[in-house]
């Protein structure tokens, strides 16, 4: 999981970049959750509750 220095307040051109980095971040981690999920089969998605159609749900829950 992906962390931002917020201790500091930016100003300009440097909370535009701390806000793409911020997106990449969530972009990615939703990403390799839905990649992870995906792998998995029917069978182990039920032992842990979840049907397919539940993957994109559950990635996109992160952001």
Known sequence: MAAID?????NG?????A???GTV??????R???KA????SRRELD???LCPGD??????KRR
């Open 47 to 49: 032992d842990i509750g």
């Open 6 to 10: 917020m201790t500091r307040p930016l």
């Open 37 to 40: 999920l995906s792998s998995l």
């Open 19 to 21: 806000r793409l980095f």
């Open 32 to 34: 390799a959750t839905r």
């Open 13 to 17: 051109f440097g909370f535009s970049l």
């Open 55 to 60: 993957i994109d749900r559950i990635a996109e």
């Open 25 to 30: 971040a969530s972009w990615n981690d939703a």
